[in-house]
């Protein structure tokens, strides 16, 4: 029983190391900027969160396409891209 | 002697030319049905407020949406330009029509009333929210572009009126190109969607409502 008490308190307890402020523009800070506007760090924890497995996405560019907020209202993005280029300094990006 | 005489007859009895029609004057805008159900509570959205932008909250998945229902609801709001009706209004078609799918074609018949009740306005914001719309609308799903032409004749007769709403700066830059929200750009591009994604008989019939337009 302990090792599996220890296993979930260590699932849970998944902390990044350091961030850092995005740079330039790249999927990846795309879909970063989708899930810091959910309110959350990161895909890692969205699905700690939220307890899923796999985050919807549109099929033709990858992008986060729905996120539920910890207030379980749901947030709906565009298939295009919507970080614009004056908001990605205020992307963080975490390092585990 | 009789020319002297003419003109003093005239000077009396001054010709004068007929009185404007104001076809490019605004009208008044009613309170929309949108506006009584958004303030009774009737709809599943709350505006979030953060700081990368604002953004709308479904409180019900959209997927689970009767479209039926709601995409008309929101489409009769359009016509609205007050805080935060004309904000919920434009993000909420925005998102339904992203996240619609096969839902959106059996809906389009009772989009064309809210649509036209907006571009009747003449209000040059709501003019371009709406065209913006319709661009959305055409490209949101298959055959949806196809579905809108026999409806051509309640929507391009407004934009006929303004299809010429261009500035001639000469050389200097016309900053509202770039934020789209020249009004003559706008009808040009929707125009070229309808063309584009409306069938054989697209061109056929806008050319018909506006004599003026040539194929993209």
Same mark, same amino acid.
């Given at each position: ?96 | ?48 407020? =953060?700081?990368? /932008? +604002? @953004? !709308?909250?479904?409180? #019900? ?9 709601? &995409?008309? *609801? ?23 029509? =992203?996240?619609? /799918? +096969? @839902? !959106?074609?059996?809906? #389009? ?9 907006? &571009?009747? *306005? ?23 572009? =196809? ?21 001639? *700066? ?47």
């Amino acid at each position: 029983k302990m090792p599996k008490v220890s296993e979930v308190t260590t699932k849970a307890d998944i902390k990044p190391k350091s961030m850092h402020r995005a740079k330039i523009w790249s999927d990846v800070v795309e879909n970063l900027y989708r899930f810091q506007q959910a309110g959350y760090r990161d895909e890692v924890e969205y699905k700690q969160v939220k307890q899923v497995d796999q985050v919807e996405c549109w099929p033709e560019t990858g992008f986060v396409k729905k996120l539920q907020r910890r207030d379980n209202t749901f947030y709906y993005y565009n298939r295009q891209r919507e970080c614009e280029d004056k908001d990605v300094r205020k992307v963080k990006i975490y390092v585990y | 002697g009789f020319f002297v005489l003419f003109c003093f007859v005239f000077s009396l009895f001054k010709v004068r030319g007929p009185p404007p029609a104001g076809s490019v004057k605004q009208r008044p805008a009613k309170h929309t049905a949108f506006r009584k159900f958004y303030e009774r509570g009737d709809f599943p959205i709350a505006v979030q407020h =953060e700081c990368v /932008g +604002n @953004k !709308i909250a479904w409180k #019900v998945e959209i997927e689970e949406l009767d479209y039926h229902y709601f &995409l008309p *609801l929101f489409f009769d709001g359009l016509c609205e330009t007050e805080f935060p009706y004309e904000f919920f209004a434009r993000q909420g078609v925005h998102d339904l029509l =992203e996240h619609g /799918g +096969n @839902k !959106i074609l059996p809906v #389009v018949p009772q989009l064309i009333i809210p649509i036209k009740n907006a &571009l009747n *306005l003449r209000n040059r914001q709501v003019l371009c929210t709406t065209l913006k719309v319709i661009q959305h609308l055409v490209v949101s799903a298959e055959m949806v572009g =196809e579905a809108l032409v026999p409806y051509y004749r309640q929507i391009l007769p407004v934009l006929n009126i303004f299809k010429h709403m261009n500035v001639n *700066l000469g050389d200097g830059i016309e900053y509202s190109q770039q934020k789209r929200e020249n009004i003559g750009v706008l009808i040009q591009e929707t125009l070229e969607l309808f063309e584009r994604y409306g069938g054989e008989n697209a061109y056929i019939n806008i050319k018909y409502m506006i004599p003026t337009y040539w194929s993209c």
